[in-house]
């Protein structure tokens, strides 16, 4: 069956990956109407300087654009800022957006991310979450006027802010609920490096605790209750609990929504309807596994590949890429290949832990499906990525690395 | 066609020199380095798409 190619394309998401599927269109020579529509009412602009240079201070909210006018102009858009979708029609295929207007398409691409999980409490001044620009700079400003921070939940995000707010002089009490941060993410070993590094940095980081609420005084967070029946006091709060897929909008589309948008190997959720970026569960071939991902990348990979099997899907090539994540903390950066989740092993194969530089390799199964450095060169992790993208067996591609500081992960 | 590298933004991620190694490679930091600032048309894909896929907006083509 060949469908009339697509004249109409309606891209929901106005950031990364809603931006990369927006230009691949274009450069695939697609020509017809593109609709860009953004719940927030900037240009698309970058996440991850946020929680780093947004948060310290170095860069000005400017350097976050993703493109120049010029460049976005030259993409010729109809791009619709400020107003969010607010509900899918897939029969009909027609999305409506929350001031009522109806957009037809004949290609949809969904790429509306995620948004932070929140904790009773979360309205109370003092408390913030940190996913946009405006939660950037509110957080931003509290922490330029020194004080106390208390940040829930040591993930990459957590972890990040502490840094950042470390650097500024800022108190920071980190609480974690697992014995070790990030240990189900990267093992834990590198974990409790991670860890150590806090330490080091003056953190005062509190982990096997977990917060139960926000205290408050005079209408404004005073700081957080703990399980162990004491509270840290603070000035300012910071939620970093993990997120949750921006789906609600597609309630009652009878589009497949679980933890985001189920698509299939080559990003389809249903006919001419496709998803990229965080909000998006997919079939990943390489690793024989559905996943959703929330990096940077991946969400610009996504949205390429997407609108490529959009406009030519009888040539559609699944969308089966190797994962890579960083994380800039106390200066270090940490960098990872591949699917580290639910690995069986975690085996330190390069540098030392000990001197916060080291390189670890995960297995599943038998195979080799991750690699994470903690300030190592890129050359050292080049050829651990091209072996996770050839699906190396583990023995094969560990042979010759020491063996002594494998860790099996599922106590 | 001419390259221009932010490398201030650069966050060492390594996607253009998967793409392009002919144009891009990366100093021990993992900064990008540009090899060719002025590549001959047969790289201008792999550097468009390179441009696209930088996870810090820090690649850009010029048309003269
Ligand atoms: C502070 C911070 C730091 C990060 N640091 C890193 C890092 O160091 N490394 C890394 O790899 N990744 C990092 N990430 C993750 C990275 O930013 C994301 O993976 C990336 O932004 C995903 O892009 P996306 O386009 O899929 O989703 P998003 O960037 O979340 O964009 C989705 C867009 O859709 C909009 N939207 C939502 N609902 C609707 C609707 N109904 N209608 C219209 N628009 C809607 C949202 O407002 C948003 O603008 C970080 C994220 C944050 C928040
Ligand atoms: S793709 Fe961008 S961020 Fe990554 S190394 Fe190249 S220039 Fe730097």
């Given at each position: 069956m060949t469908a009339a190619p697509p004249r109409r394309i309606v891209v929901v998401g106005a950031s990364a990956a809603g931006l990369s599927a927006a230009e691949t269109l274009r450069r695939q020579g697609y020509d017809g109407s593109l609709t860009l529509v953004g719940r927030e009412p900037h240009p698309p602009y970058d996440r991850p300087p946020l929680s780093k240079q947004i948060l310290d201070g170095t860069?000005?909210?400017?350097?976050?654009?993703?493109?120049s006018p010029a460049d976005l102009d030259a993409l010729g858009l109809d791009l619709r800022l400020g107003v969010p979708a607010a509900a899918l029609a897939p029969a009909a295929r027609t999305v409506t957006l929350a001031d009522g207007t109806e957009l037809g398409y004949d290609g949809l691409i969904i790429a509306t991310g995620v948004r932070p999980r929140r904790l009773p409490g979360c309205g109370t001044p003092g408390v913030h979450v940190l996913r946009d620009l405006k939660d950037a700079l509110a957080l931003r400003e509290r922490l330029a006027a020194g004080g106390r921070l208390v940040v829930v939940g040591a993930g990459f995000l957590g972890a990040e802010v502490a840094s950042a707010a470390r650097s500024l002089g800022v108190a920071v009490t980190l609480v974690e609920p697992s014995p070790v941060p990030l240990a189900h993410a990267v093992g834990r070993q590198a974990g409790a490096q991670l860890a150590r590094l806090h330490r080091d940095n003056g953190v005062d980081l509190r982990t096997g605790t977990k917060a139960t609420g926000i205290t408050t005084g005079a209408g404004r967070a005073t700081g957080v209750r703990l399980d162990d029946g004491t509270a840290v006091v603070a000035d300012d709060v910071l939620v970093a609990v993990g997120s949750a897929p921006n789906?609600?909008?597609?309630?009652?589309?009878?589009?497949?929504?679980?933890?985001?948008v189920e698509c299939d190997r080559y990003g389809a959720a249903a006919p001419g309807v496709y998803a990229a970026g965080d909000v998006a569960r997919w079939y990943n071939p390489l690793f024989g596994t559905r996943m959703r991902v929330e990096h940077r990348t991946n969400a610009a990979e996504q949205g390429m590949a997407v609108a490529r099997n959009l406009l030519d899907p009888e040539r559609a090539r699944p969308f089966a890429p190797v994962p890579y994540f960083w994380s800039d903390q106390y200066g270090l950066r940490v960098q990872a290949f591949g699917y580290l989740r639910g690995h069986d092993e975690a085996r330190v194969v390069d540098g030392t832990p000990a001197d916060g530089r080291f390189l670890v390799a995960y297995r599943t199964g038998d195979r080799l499906t991750g690699a994470l450095g903690v300030g190592m060169p890129p050359r050292a992790l080049r050829p651990w990525r091209a072996a996770i993208a050839a699906a190396a067996d583990w023995r094969t591609a560990t042979a010759g690395s020491p063996d002594g500081a494998a860790e099996p992960s599922r106590a | 066609m001419r390259v221009e590298v932010d490398q201030p933004k650069c966050v060492a991620s390594g996607q253009c020199v998967l793409v392009a190694p002919e144009v891009f490679d990366q100093d021990d930091d993992g900064i990008v380095v540009l090899l060719d600032t002025e590549p001959g048309a047969e790289h201008e894909e792999a550097v468009r798409e390179s441009a696209a896929i930088c996870p810090a907006a820090a690649i850009r083509l010029v048309q003269e």
């Open positions: 860069w000005e909210p400017e350097r976050v654009r993703l493109r789906t609600d909008w597609l309630r009652g589309s009878g589009l497949p929504v679980g933890d985001g | -």
